[in-house]
């Protein structure tokens, strides 16, 4: 009977040790993609720079995507629909851009950060010369006492862009006994200084008013960038959020931020 019981006990053992090792390999923990090298020492008097500059030099490759590390392609970026609401006492109009592709984004300049390891806060600053905007839009309202309504395809053209990353994050231990990244809270500031709106078909394709019409609205185009602003900003916050979230999943914190 002791026989049995010890048989049994170390079956049991090693089927539960044995599903531990099988949970544990399942748990991924690559190395940074070999475009980003080593990861930045995270005892590095010069810790930022170093985000900087191992950031700048991947930027152009990262949004072609990469699906070993669930990247998807971010030029162009495909947008499902944006939405302008914008009601002044000069312009009143509801305005959807839907299959929104957004280009540029390959031309980003990483330009600050500023990483703090102890309190586990983080922030990026970009720039960007000039993004644009494609896709089908419709829109409907009045702009001063003219009625507006049109469909059609649509160019954005947003200048002078710059945006800030900031998130705070947390450390959680997995199965493999290793430390990942967990994003606990984000946010990204957005502004431009400049934005040029083409809008094709206004009023059925009447040439002359929706000249004038395009004239009018970029003459104004800093109070539509306060409702568009927010739009763009939402968009570039879930890229940062899901690309940083993808890479922190598959790998390790130790792999991002070494120690010395």
Request: glycine content about 8%; hydrophobic content about 35%.
């Amino acid at each position: 009977m002791l026989c049995k019981i010890t048989t049994l006990s170390l079956f049991l053992a090693y089927f539960f040790y044995d599903s531990k090792l099988a949970k544990c390999s399942k748990i991924p923990a690559l190395s940074l993609p070999t475009y980003i090298g080593k990861g930045c020492l995270r005892d590095d008097p010069s810790l930022n720079e170093c985000v900087v500059r191992k950031g700048s030099a991947v930027i152009s490759r990262i949004v072609q995507g990469d699906p070993k590390y669930r990247i998807p392609k971010l030029d162009p970026l495909i947008i499902p629909e944006m939405t302008i609401q914008q009601g002044t006492k000069q312009v009143g109009l509801t305005m959807r851009c839907k299959n929104c592709e957004l280009h540029g984004l390959k031309n980003t300049k990483f330009v600050k950060a500023n990483v703090d390891e102890k309190k586990k806060h983080v922030i990026w600053n970009f720039e960007l010369d000039r993004c644009m905007f494609l896709g089908l839009y419709s829109v409907e309202g009045q702009v001063l006492i003219l009625p507006i309504k049109g469909d059609g395809n649509a160019n954005i053209t947003v200048t002078g862009v710059t945006f800030s990353y900031e998130y705070d994050y947390k450390l959680e231990k997995k199965a493999n006994n290793r430390d990942y990244t967990v994003i606990t809270k984000s946010d990204l500031r957005f502004n431009a200084t400049g934005m040029v709106l083409k809008l094709e078909n206004l009023f059925n394709g009447d040439k002359l008013l929706g000249d004038n019409m395009n004239l009018f609205l970029n003459e104004n185009w800093k109070d539509l960038l306060k409702e568009f602003g927010p739009t763009i900003g939402n968009a570039l916050g879930t890229v940062m959020k899901n690309t940083l979230g993808s890479v922190s999943e598959l790998v390790p914190y130790d792999f991002i931020f070494p120690t010395s």
